[in-house]
């Protein structure tokens, strides 16, 4: 079992950015992990993960404009967000994904103002 906690949300104008930090509790490397979120009245989205093989995959939504990485040595899984936009505005949570058990953390809220 692994515990994250997200951090680096916050309130942002629109075309600015942010860069979210998951911190999980202990090793992720042999965890598949992502962040996604969830907007108010919608269902919670995948915005970006590592694959099996360790590649990334995004949304098309945010191709281009956020980057994944993780540092395993710290247990980090980072989230950088750059252009933001209005629709950007979500909770967003850090999810780490072993066989068929997941993992999730309590969430940090980007809000991002026209």
């Known amino acids: 079992q692994v515990q994250l906690v997200e951090s680096g949300g916050g309130l942002v104008q629109a075309g600015g950015s942010l860069r979210l930090s998951c911190e999980a509790s202990?090793?992720?490397?042999?965890?598949?992990m992502g962040w996604y979120r969830q907007a108010p009245g919608k269902q919670r989205e995948l915005v970006a993960s590592?694959?099996?093989?360790?590649?990334?995959n995004y949304a098309d939504s945010v191709k281009g404009r956020f980057t994944i990485s993780r540092d395993n040595a710290k247990n980090m899984v980072y989230l950088q967000m750059n252009s933001l936009k209005p629709e950007d505005t979500a909770v967003y949570y850090c999810?780490?994904?072993?066989?068929?058990?997941?993992?999730w953390g309590q969430g940090t809220q980007v809000t991002v103002s026209s």
């Open positions: 999810k780490a994904l072993l066989f068929q058990s997941a993992y």
């Open positions: 202990r090793s992720i490397s042999i965890y598949r």
């Open positions: 590592f694959t099996s093989g360790g590649s990334t």
